[in-house]
DNA sequence: TTGCTTTCCTATCCGAGAAGTCGGATATTC
DNA sequence: GAATATCCGACTTCTCGGATAGGAAAGCAA
Protein backbone atom coordinates (compact mmCIF):
# COMPACT_ATOMS: atom_id res chain seq x y z
CA UNK A 1 0.00 0.00 0.00
CA UNK A 2 1.60 3.04 -1.29
CA UNK A 3 0.88 6.63 -2.85
CA UNK A 4 2.61 6.72 -6.82
CA UNK A 5 4.57 9.44 -7.88
CA UNK A 6 1.56 10.84 -9.69
CA UNK A 7 0.34 11.72 -5.89
CA UNK A 8 3.58 12.59 -4.84
CA UNK A 9 4.96 14.74 -7.72
CA UNK A 10 1.30 16.68 -7.83
CA UNK A 11 1.62 17.72 -4.38
CA UNK A 12 5.08 18.62 -4.81
CA UNK A 13 3.82 21.36 -7.51
CA UNK A 14 0.86 22.24 -6.12
CA UNK A 15 3.06 23.43 -2.70
CA UNK A 16 5.44 24.87 -5.09
CA UNK A 17 2.72 27.40 -6.66
CA UNK A 18 1.23 27.52 -3.30
CA UNK A 19 4.74 28.95 -2.52
CA UNK A 20 4.71 31.48 -5.60
CA UNK A 21 1.69 33.22 -4.02
CA UNK A 22 1.02 35.93 -7.10
CA UNK A 23 3.77 35.89 -8.73
CA UNK A 24 2.36 35.46 -11.73
CA UNK A 25 2.64 32.41 -13.91
CA UNK A 26 5.19 29.73 -13.59
CA UNK A 27 6.35 27.60 -16.08
CA UNK A 28 6.08 24.05 -15.70
CA UNK A 29 9.24 23.41 -16.63
CA UNK A 30 11.17 26.20 -14.38
CA UNK A 31 9.17 24.26 -11.45
CA UNK A 32 10.11 20.78 -12.60
CA UNK A 33 14.11 21.95 -13.01
CA UNK A 34 13.37 23.45 -9.62
CA UNK A 35 11.89 20.34 -7.49
CA UNK A 36 14.32 18.45 -9.86
CA UNK A 37 11.41 16.07 -11.36
CA UNK A 38 11.22 14.81 -15.25
CA UNK A 39 9.43 17.56 -16.95
CA UNK A 40 7.41 16.62 -19.84
CA UNK A 41 6.04 14.08 -17.22
CA UNK A 42 5.33 17.35 -14.54
CA UNK A 43 3.26 18.68 -17.11
CA UNK A 44 0.81 15.88 -17.57
CA UNK A 45 0.82 15.98 -14.18
CA UNK A 46 -0.79 20.12 -14.07
CA UNK A 47 -3.13 18.72 -17.00
CA UNK A 48 -4.64 16.82 -14.59
CA UNK A 49 -4.52 18.95 -11.63
CA UNK A 50 -5.96 21.75 -14.25
CA UNK A 51 -8.70 19.59 -15.47
CA UNK A 52 -9.88 18.82 -11.64
CA UNK A 53 -9.99 22.62 -10.76
CA UNK A 54 -6.99 22.88 -8.49
CA UNK A 55 -4.75 24.80 -10.86
CA UNK A 56 -5.45 27.74 -13.68
CA UNK A 57 -3.00 27.97 -16.50
CA UNK A 58 -1.86 30.93 -19.07
CA UNK A 59 -1.07 29.42 -22.65
CA UNK A 60 1.61 31.15 -24.57
CA UNK A 61 5.19 33.00 -23.99
CA UNK A 62 5.03 34.46 -20.59
CA UNK A 63 2.51 31.65 -19.46
CA UNK A 64 2.55 28.92 -16.84
CA UNK A 65 0.30 28.07 -13.77
CA UNK A 66 -1.26 29.41 -11.04
CA UNK A 67 -2.92 27.80 -8.33
CA UNK A 68 -6.62 28.40 -8.79
CA UNK A 69 -7.97 28.61 -5.37
CA UNK A 70 -6.53 30.46 -2.12
CA UNK A 71 -4.26 27.53 -0.39
CA UNK A 72 -6.22 26.99 2.38
CA UNK A 73 -8.99 25.45 0.60
CA UNK A 74 -7.32 22.91 -0.88
CA UNK A 75 -6.82 19.46 0.26
CA UNK A 76 -4.03 16.96 0.22
CA UNK A 77 -7.22 14.94 -0.37
CA UNK A 78 -7.95 17.13 -3.54
CA UNK A 79 -4.21 16.83 -4.99
CA UNK A 80 -4.20 13.37 -4.61
CA UNK A 81 -7.70 12.36 -6.30
CA UNK A 82 -6.73 15.04 -8.98
CA UNK A 83 -3.57 12.89 -9.67
CA UNK A 84 -4.73 9.23 -8.74
CA UNK A 85 -8.77 9.38 -9.18
CA UNK A 86 -8.53 7.99 -5.75
CA UNK A 87 -6.87 8.25 -2.13
CA UNK A 88 -7.60 4.52 -0.82
CA UNK A 89 -9.05 2.00 -3.47
CA UNK A 90 -11.13 -0.79 -1.54
CA UNK A 91 -11.01 -3.79 -3.93
CA UNK A 92 -14.34 -4.58 -3.25
CA UNK A 93 -15.21 -2.22 -5.53
CA UNK A 94 -12.31 -2.08 -8.19
CA UNK A 95 -9.70 -4.78 -8.12
CA UNK A 96 -12.73 -7.60 -6.92
CA UNK A 97 -11.21 -10.75 -5.78
CA UNK A 98 -14.76 -12.39 -7.65
CA UNK A 99 -17.83 -11.09 -8.41
CA UNK A 100 -19.25 -13.49 -6.55
CA UNK A 101 -17.46 -13.20 -3.58
CA UNK A 102 -17.51 -9.37 -3.23
CA UNK A 103 -21.05 -8.47 -4.73
CA UNK A 104 -23.48 -6.68 -2.24
CA UNK A 105 -25.57 -10.21 -1.60
CA UNK A 106 -22.42 -12.24 -0.26
CA UNK A 107 -21.61 -11.21 3.71
CA UNK A 108 -17.93 -10.82 4.16
CA UNK A 109 -16.16 -9.39 7.15
CA UNK A 110 -13.28 -8.20 5.70
CA UNK A 111 -15.21 -5.74 4.07
CA UNK A 112 -15.76 -3.24 6.95
CA UNK A 113 -12.10 -3.22 7.37
CA UNK A 114 -11.15 -1.76 3.93
CA UNK A 115 -14.22 0.43 4.03
CA UNK A 116 -13.21 1.79 7.42
CA UNK A 117 -9.47 2.28 6.37
CA UNK A 118 -10.48 4.44 3.30
CA UNK A 119 -12.70 6.48 5.60
CA UNK A 120 -9.45 7.18 8.19
CA UNK A 121 -7.37 8.15 5.42
CA UNK A 122 -9.70 10.59 3.79
CA UNK A 123 -10.42 11.83 6.75
CA UNK A 124 -6.93 12.73 7.60
CA UNK A 125 -6.24 13.92 4.28
CA UNK A 126 -8.78 16.24 3.68
CA UNK A 127 -8.13 17.84 7.03
CA UNK A 128 -4.31 18.98 5.57
CA UNK A 129 -4.40 21.60 3.21
CA UNK A 130 -1.83 23.29 1.49
CA UNK A 131 -1.62 26.39 3.11
CA UNK A 132 -0.16 23.85 6.58
CA UNK A 133 1.97 22.08 4.41
CA UNK A 134 3.59 25.83 4.01
CA UNK A 135 4.64 25.29 7.21
CA UNK A 136 8.33 23.59 8.50
CA UNK A 137 8.23 19.86 8.56
CA UNK A 138 8.61 20.11 12.38
CA UNK A 139 5.09 22.15 12.86
CA UNK A 140 3.46 20.13 10.09
CA UNK A 141 4.65 16.95 12.35
CA UNK A 142 2.79 18.76 15.37
CA UNK A 143 -0.47 20.02 13.12
CA UNK A 144 -1.10 16.36 11.94
CA UNK A 145 -0.45 14.01 15.05
CA UNK A 146 -3.11 16.28 16.88
CA UNK B 1 -3.12 3.04 -2.60
CA UNK B 2 -3.97 -0.43 -2.29
CA UNK B 3 -4.18 -3.37 -0.68
CA UNK B 4 -2.44 -6.46 -2.71
CA UNK B 5 -4.29 -9.89 -3.06
CA UNK B 6 -1.00 -10.87 -1.49
CA UNK B 7 -2.60 -9.58 2.02
CA UNK B 8 -6.08 -9.29 0.84
CA UNK B 9 -5.63 -13.44 0.08
CA UNK B 10 -3.70 -13.53 3.26
CA UNK B 11 -6.41 -12.43 5.15
CA UNK B 12 -8.72 -14.67 3.53
CA UNK B 13 -6.82 -18.30 4.65
CA UNK B 14 -5.98 -16.93 7.81
CA UNK B 15 -9.34 -16.31 8.67
CA UNK B 16 -10.67 -19.89 6.97
CA UNK B 17 -7.95 -21.57 9.64
CA UNK B 18 -9.40 -19.58 12.21
CA UNK B 19 -13.18 -20.91 12.02
CA UNK B 20 -11.38 -24.45 11.27
CA UNK B 21 -10.38 -24.24 14.69
CA UNK B 22 -8.79 -27.38 16.43
CA UNK B 23 -10.26 -29.66 13.36
CA UNK B 24 -6.97 -30.66 12.17
CA UNK B 25 -4.58 -29.73 9.75
CA UNK B 26 -6.30 -27.88 6.63
CA UNK B 27 -4.30 -28.74 3.20
CA UNK B 28 -3.91 -25.99 1.04
CA UNK B 29 -5.72 -27.09 -1.64
CA UNK B 30 -8.83 -27.59 -0.30
CA UNK B 31 -8.58 -24.44 1.56
CA UNK B 32 -7.92 -22.61 -2.26
CA UNK B 33 -10.75 -24.22 -3.80
CA UNK B 34 -13.40 -23.64 -0.82
CA UNK B 35 -12.00 -19.93 -1.21
CA UNK B 36 -12.31 -20.11 -5.01
CA UNK B 37 -8.38 -18.86 -4.96
CA UNK B 38 -5.59 -19.87 -7.30
CA UNK B 39 -4.05 -23.49 -5.43
CA UNK B 40 -0.45 -22.55 -6.41
CA UNK B 41 -0.71 -18.87 -5.17
CA UNK B 42 -2.58 -19.84 -1.80
CA UNK B 43 0.43 -22.19 -0.77
CA UNK B 44 2.80 -19.22 -1.58
CA UNK B 45 1.36 -17.09 0.54
CA UNK B 46 0.68 -19.69 3.33
CA UNK B 47 4.66 -19.83 3.13
CA UNK B 48 5.09 -16.79 3.91
CA UNK B 49 2.48 -17.17 6.70
CA UNK B 50 4.18 -19.37 7.82
CA UNK B 51 8.07 -17.90 8.11
CA UNK B 52 6.13 -15.19 9.98
CA UNK B 53 4.99 -17.70 12.64
CA UNK B 54 1.45 -16.75 12.18
CA UNK B 55 0.46 -20.72 10.88
CA UNK B 56 1.99 -23.88 11.43
CA UNK B 57 2.53 -26.56 8.94
CA UNK B 58 2.25 -30.70 8.86
CA UNK B 59 3.56 -31.99 5.90
CA UNK B 60 3.04 -35.19 4.27
CA UNK B 61 -0.26 -37.00 3.74
CA UNK B 62 -2.82 -35.62 6.29
CA UNK B 63 -1.12 -32.63 6.43
CA UNK B 64 -2.11 -29.07 6.19
CA UNK B 65 -2.00 -25.84 8.43
CA UNK B 66 -3.29 -24.39 11.48
CA UNK B 67 -3.04 -21.49 13.05
CA UNK B 68 -0.04 -20.91 14.82
CA UNK B 69 -1.45 -18.67 17.98
CA UNK B 70 -4.80 -17.96 18.92
CA UNK B 71 -7.25 -16.29 16.66
CA UNK B 72 -7.31 -12.95 19.61
CA UNK B 73 -3.35 -12.90 19.46
CA UNK B 74 -3.60 -12.15 15.50
CA UNK B 75 -4.03 -8.61 13.80
CA UNK B 76 -5.19 -7.99 10.42
CA UNK B 77 -1.65 -5.90 10.93
CA UNK B 78 0.17 -9.33 11.59
CA UNK B 79 -1.31 -10.78 8.76
CA UNK B 80 -0.45 -8.06 6.30
CA UNK B 81 2.87 -7.40 7.21
CA UNK B 82 3.26 -11.36 6.66
CA UNK B 83 1.58 -11.38 3.74
CA UNK B 84 3.28 -8.19 1.82
CA UNK B 85 6.31 -6.62 3.62
CA UNK B 86 4.60 -3.32 5.10
CA UNK B 87 1.24 -2.26 5.60
CA UNK B 88 1.75 1.47 4.29
CA UNK B 89 4.76 1.82 2.54
CA UNK B 90 6.11 5.45 2.78
CA UNK B 91 7.76 6.70 -0.12
CA UNK B 92 10.10 8.84 1.60
CA UNK B 93 11.94 5.54 2.73
CA UNK B 94 11.56 3.09 0.42
CA UNK B 95 10.90 4.63 -2.84
CA UNK B 96 12.75 8.09 -2.50
CA UNK B 97 11.59 10.76 -5.16
CA UNK B 98 15.25 11.32 -4.72
CA UNK B 99 18.43 10.74 -2.64
CA UNK B 100 18.81 14.62 -1.67
CA UNK B 101 15.53 15.42 -1.07
CA UNK B 102 14.55 12.55 1.03
CA UNK B 103 17.51 12.39 3.08
CA UNK B 104 17.65 13.09 6.54
CA UNK B 105 18.92 16.91 6.48
CA UNK B 106 16.72 18.24 3.60
CA UNK B 107 13.88 19.63 5.14
CA UNK B 108 10.28 18.36 3.58
CA UNK B 109 7.11 19.19 4.94
CA UNK B 110 5.20 16.51 3.00
CA UNK B 111 6.83 13.91 4.90
CA UNK B 112 5.14 14.18 7.76
CA UNK B 113 1.83 13.30 6.29
CA UNK B 114 2.91 10.01 4.83
CA UNK B 115 3.95 9.32 8.38
CA UNK B 116 1.21 10.41 9.97
CA UNK B 117 -0.88 8.22 7.36
CA UNK B 118 1.30 5.23 8.00
CA UNK B 119 0.57 5.56 12.03
CA UNK B 120 -3.06 5.57 11.59
CA UNK B 121 -3.20 2.97 8.85
CA UNK B 122 -0.95 0.54 11.51
CA UNK B 123 -3.28 1.92 14.61
CA UNK B 124 -6.82 0.40 13.15
CA UNK B 125 -4.84 -2.59 11.92
CA UNK B 126 -3.16 -3.49 14.28
CA UNK B 127 -6.44 -3.31 16.39
CA UNK B 128 -8.57 -5.54 14.94
CA UNK B 129 -7.85 -9.62 15.43
CA UNK B 130 -8.91 -12.40 13.47
CA UNK B 131 -11.60 -13.23 16.25
CA UNK B 132 -13.20 -9.89 15.42
CA UNK B 133 -13.65 -10.90 11.76
CA UNK B 134 -15.45 -14.19 12.79
CA UNK B 135 -18.16 -12.07 13.61
CA UNK B 136 -21.05 -11.17 11.04
CA UNK B 137 -19.88 -8.05 8.52
CA UNK B 138 -22.50 -5.33 10.86
CA UNK B 139 -20.87 -6.78 13.57
CA UNK B 140 -17.11 -6.32 12.74
CA UNK B 141 -18.69 -2.82 10.79
CA UNK B 142 -20.14 -1.50 14.17
CA UNK B 143 -16.43 -2.78 16.04
CA UNK B 144 -13.83 -1.00 13.60
CA UNK B 145 -16.33 2.22 13.37
CA UNK B 146 -16.35 2.63 16.90
C1' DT C 1 8.93 -50.58 0.37
C1' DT C 2 5.88 -48.59 -2.62
C1' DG C 3 2.77 -45.47 -3.43
C1' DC C 4 0.07 -41.35 -2.26
C1' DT C 5 -0.52 -37.03 -0.29
C1' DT C 6 1.04 -32.85 1.10
C1' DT C 7 4.27 -29.24 2.28
C1' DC C 8 8.43 -26.91 0.70
C1' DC C 9 11.01 -23.91 -2.39
C1' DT C 10 12.81 -21.83 -6.56
C1' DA C 11 12.33 -20.42 -11.06
C1' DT C 12 9.77 -18.62 -14.37
C1' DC C 13 6.00 -16.31 -17.01
C1' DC C 14 2.58 -12.79 -18.21
C1' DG C 15 0.01 -8.56 -18.29
C1' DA C 16 -1.22 -4.25 -16.31
C1' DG C 17 -0.14 -0.24 -14.99
C1' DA C 18 3.29 3.08 -13.17
C1' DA C 19 6.75 6.11 -14.87
C1' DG C 20 8.44 8.67 -18.29
C1' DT C 21 9.19 10.32 -23.40
C1' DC C 22 8.00 12.37 -27.79
C1' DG C 23 6.02 15.05 -31.42
C1' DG C 24 3.24 18.14 -32.90
C1' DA C 25 -0.86 21.48 -32.56
C1' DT C 26 -2.37 25.76 -30.55
C1' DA C 27 -2.01 30.06 -28.16
C1' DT C 28 0.46 34.31 -26.59
C1' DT C 29 4.17 37.74 -26.25
C1' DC C 30 7.71 40.62 -28.11
C1' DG D 1 7.73 35.53 -37.40
C1' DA D 2 10.49 33.86 -33.69
C1' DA D 3 10.40 32.40 -29.15
C1' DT D 4 7.93 30.61 -25.32
C1' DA D 5 4.25 27.82 -23.27
C1' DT D 6 0.42 25.15 -22.71
C1' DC D 7 -2.20 21.34 -24.67
C1' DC D 8 -2.89 16.48 -25.74
C1' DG D 9 -2.58 11.96 -27.40
C1' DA D 10 0.34 8.29 -28.44
C1' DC D 11 4.04 5.74 -27.48
C1' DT D 12 7.89 3.40 -24.85
C1' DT D 13 9.97 1.28 -20.96
C1' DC D 14 10.10 -1.26 -17.00
C1' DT D 15 8.65 -2.80 -12.55
C1' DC D 16 5.88 -5.72 -9.99
C1' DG D 17 1.58 -7.88 -8.84
C1' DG D 18 -0.44 -12.09 -9.84
C1' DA D 19 -0.03 -16.58 -11.16
C1' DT D 20 2.03 -21.07 -12.90
C1' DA D 21 5.30 -25.07 -13.05
C1' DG D 22 8.09 -28.63 -11.44
C1' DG D 23 10.47 -31.08 -8.60
C1' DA D 24 12.54 -32.25 -3.80
C1' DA D 25 11.62 -33.69 0.87
C1' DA D 26 8.48 -35.44 4.39
C1' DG D 27 5.12 -38.20 6.35
C1' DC D 28 1.08 -41.71 6.12
C1' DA D 29 -0.90 -46.12 5.03
C1' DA D 30 -1.14 -50.67 2.95
Redesign the pocket.
Given at each position: MRV???AE?GLIVSLHLAKQGNNG??????MAKREG?????V??I??KL??AGLVS?????????NLARDSNTISVKDVIEAA?NRTFEVNCDV?KVSTVRCSGGNPCSIRPVWRELQRRVDDLLADISLEDLMLQESEVQALVSA
Open positions: TTWYPTPARDLPADYEQLLRRSVRGAKGGYEH
